[in-house]
């Protein structure tokens, strides 16, 4: 797989790209497709353009990983855009290639949809998954937008450093936007990224083994929760429990969690409208304080009903 120089934009972190796809295609009439639950700046961006969000859903019983047949069902004549997360935030869902590639058959249906894939979790899969990358499809490459960073692979969360591939009939519009949007990269933070993309990459794998040791102690711990049951995340690092026995909704719980227990977590809906009945907990912390928030999760549901 080649990516034509020109085809590349180094910029601020992931969202100025996301800003500029969104930006490119929304206006008011035409529908945006995103996934729900899904990173909550998709939707407010799709209505800052005034298109029309359609959420695809991203279900549990799925592995939340996106349905090509439920995705391409959605499609209209007014959509224009179609954006695709996996490994995906908050649910740590990954989309296995069948169902890409059914999705990558179907839209030869829809030519005229363009497709933003956000894949700033691309190295971070376990249990023997593989990433799909939307690059290796051509018959999509003069629709596609690829969003990726050096934030989660390399750990720089911070230095506001991303790229984005763009089809090269698009690139010249996207430069001329993201003039508006940003300024240079900072030389430091470039000459960071180019030696974490060609340097060893021994400290990447470390830290995704150390990613999936507290993954697994999350998952165990979670499931041992009174009316709590969380189906194993195969990518990124996040976990996405569901909660609905615990008589619990999803954002008093985040809040009554953190005030009466001191544990941050995320309710379900601030990710989407499907998101309901779920919360987001990181496992991008020490294993030692992962234990300590379960035990307070576990006390606190153990004494505490829902109001």
């Known amino acids: 797989m080649t990516v034509s120089p020109d085809e590349v934009m180094i ?6 790209t996301m800003f500029m796809a969104i930006m490119m295609f929304g206006e008011g009439g035409v529908d945006i497709l995103y996934p729900d639950p899904g990173f909550p700046i998709y939707r407010s961006m799709i209505e800052f353009t005034g298109a029309n969000p359609i959420p695809v859903p991203i279900r549990e019983e799925n592995g ?14 007014r959509t224009r855009l179609l954006i695709i997360n996996s490994p995906a935030n908050p649910t740590g869902g990954v989309t296995p290639k069948s169902e890409v590639d059914k999705l990558v058959a179907g839209l030869e249906q829809w030519p005229d949809v363009c497709m933003l894939s956000d894949e700033i979790y691309d190295h971070m899969v376990y249990d023997g998954e593989q990433h799909v990358c939307l ?16 934030s989660k692979t390399y750990a720089m969360t911070g230095w ?14 996207a430069r001329k936007l993201a003039v508006n949007l940003h300024s240079c990269v900072n030389a430091s933070a470039q000459y960071a990224g180019l030696a974490a993309l060609t340097g060893p990459q021994d400290e990447v794998v470390k830290m995704v083994e150390e990613f999936d040791k507290r993954r697994k102690v999350v998952v165990e711990g979670l499931n041992k929760l009174p009316g709590v049951t969380c189906a194993t995340p ?13 008589g619990w909704q999803a954002k008093p719980l985040a809040n009554a969690l953190l005030d009466d227990a001191g544990v941050a977590i995320i309710g379900g809906p601030d990710f989407g409208i499907l998101g309901e009945g779920y919360v987001r907990l990181s496992y991008a912390n020490s294993t030692e304080n992962i234990r300590k928030a379960l035990e307070r999760m576990g ?8 109001a």
Do not use: C, M
């Not at 939340?64 to 004549?77: D, H």
């Not at 690092?237 to 569901?242: G, K, V």
């Open 299 to 306: 006390e606190f549901l153990s004494s505490r009903k829902a």
């Open 64 to 77: 939340f990983a996106f349905s090509a047949e439920e995705t391409l069902k959605l499609i209209t004549p």
């Open 160 to 173: 506001r450093l991303g790229y984005a591939v763009w089809p090269g009939k698009l690139y010249d519009y």
């Open 135 to 150: 690059l290796s499809y051509p018959s999509i490459r003069d629709r596609l937008v690829l969003l990726n960073g050096w």
């Open 234 to 246: 195969k990518g990124a690092f996040y976990a996405f429990p569901n909660i609905k026995r615990t």
């Open 11 to 16: 910029q601020p972190g992931g969202k100025p």
